[in-house]
């Protein structure tokens, strides 16, 4: 087996050929969201990858570092599918950006359903070291929802403990429904993740009124 | 009763060592995680029997569990207890009341706090699903309680509970339990604001 197996992961061909080391990750994703984090084995990720125990451990020490390096691998998936987006829309005013960038991360999510597996659920249940990635991963998404961001309906700044609560609701929402099985559906989030996060800058009303503007 | 010496009720002996047994387990799990606490651990903090422990608990997860639980009716009957105290339809204030307890509570009880915010979520899938439930519980509650007003998002409910719990975690993650108090603020802001306009008092 030169390749991993076609499935609905979403990982292109490309990346999964490209090295050991990334085939090891990808096969380490894809057997998680299969059969969990505590049924995860360095057996079945290097079968998966179709690379050997040995040259496994030529890469990680543990099939804790494989997941820690997947974890951040599936992170930096997410933050640059957010960047890309956030930038593609450059010039537009700040709550059309915020748009993109939530559509492009709940398709991201939605597409590539073991991503958001082991960022948002699976990987979770494994245990506490992963918390401390967990938390950097969702603040790592506070400063790029707060730049050029607008000062308050009320015309005083929104404090960071806001927009960092902000953020951390929609990615406890996100889990809620990555856990819940219902990642293909996330799409259908956009209009009420977008709302939730533009309010506290723009107020109910108009947050809604460019919510319903699609 | 012949006995020189005053004794206690056995019942009030029997429910103080439980709740030392739940408090050492909490204590050890905000020092060392839950993972690598040990029975042998917990007996020694309680100062109480293994047979006593067994009698108790069927183990580790279950005396977790049940430090859980304990935690969670705790802080719910002063959560409660608080909002009581405000008038029905005084809305905001309730759940600004109601929010005040939940982080006096996490100041109080910071080894608590770390066991039902921090190792909970990730101990063993069983405590997980009780934190899952807890959050759902909270998310009810905010939306049983929230104003009649416009149609809302009906994901509301649930990423407020998720980003106010998201801060008090980090919070507690930070060793700085016992400043909760200080986040009160904010949080009540961003729980109160969706429902009446931002920055419209």
């Known amino acids: 087996m030169d390749r991993l197996p076609r499935g609905r992961h979403g990982l ?33 990720i290097g079968r998966r990858a179709a690379v050997s125990k040995s040259d496994f451990y030529k890469h990680f020490d543990s099939k804790d570092s494989c997941f820690f ?3 951040d691998f599936a992170v930096e998936r997410m933050r640059a599918a957010v960047v890309d987006a956030c930038a593609a829309a450059g010039s537009s005013e700040w709550a059309v950006r915020v748009q993109a960038g939530v559509v492009a991360l709940l398709s991201l999510l939605a597409e590539e359903p073991a991503v958001a597996a082991i960022v948002l659920a699976e990987g979770l249940r494994a245990g506490r070291g992963i918390y401390d990635r967990y938390q950097g991963a ?11 961001a607008p000062d308050g309906p009320g015309g005083e700044p929104v404090p960071p403990a806001t927009d960092e609560a902000a953020v951390g609701g929609v990615a406890s929402l996100l889990s809620r429904r990555v856990t819940a099985g219902e990642t293909a ?19 109910t009303e108009a947050a809604r009124r460019i919510t319903s503007a699609g | 009763m012949s006995a020189t010496r005053p004794q206690l009720p056995a019942e009030f002996v029997a429910a103080h060592k439980r709740r030392r047994m739940i408090d050492a387990m909490a204590a050890l799990c905000a020092e060392q995680g839950y993972e690598a606490t040990k029975i042998a651990d917990v007996v020694r903090r309680a100062h109480v029997a293994r047979k006593t422990l067994y009698d108790n608990f069927s183990g580790k997860e279950d005396l977790f569990l049940a430090a859980f639980d ?13 909002c009581d105290a405000i008038d029905a339809d005084e809305w905001e204030a309730r759940t ?13 009880h910071p080894e608590a706090a770390a066991l039902a915010f921090v190792e909970a979520p990730a101990a063993t899938p069983t405590s997980a699903a009780r934190y899952e439930a807890a959050l759902e519980g909270f998310i009810a509650r905010l939306r049983e309680s929230a104003p009649p007003g416009p149609v809302r998002p009906v994901t509301l409910e649930e990423a407020l509970v998720g980003g106010a719990v998201w801060i008090v975690q980090r919070q507690v993650r930070r060793g700085a339990a016992a400043d909760a108090r200080d986040l009160l603020p904010e949080l009540a802001e961003f729980v109160v604001s969706p429902y009446r306009g931002v920055g419209k008092r």
């Open chain 1, 12 to 44: 292109s061909p490309e990346f999964v050929a490209r090295n050991q080391r990334d085939r090891l990750i990808a096969a380490l994703i894809l057997t998680l969201a299969d059969v969990g984090y505590q049924k995860t084995t360095v057996s079945m």
């Open chain 1, 69 to 71: 390096a997947a974890y």
């Open chain 1, 138 to 148: 969702v603040e790592s998404f506070v400063p790029l929802l707060r730049e050029g």
């Open chain 1, 185 to 203: 559906d996330l799409t259908a989030l956009v209009p009420d993740v977008v709302e939730f996060v533009l309010t506290p800058h723009l107020g």
């Open chain 2, 70 to 82: 304990t935690t969670l009716a705790d802080a719910e009957a002063e959560i409660a207890e608080a």
């Open chain 2, 96 to 108: 600004e009341a109601g929010l005040r307890a939940l982080l006096g509570f996490v100041a109080a």
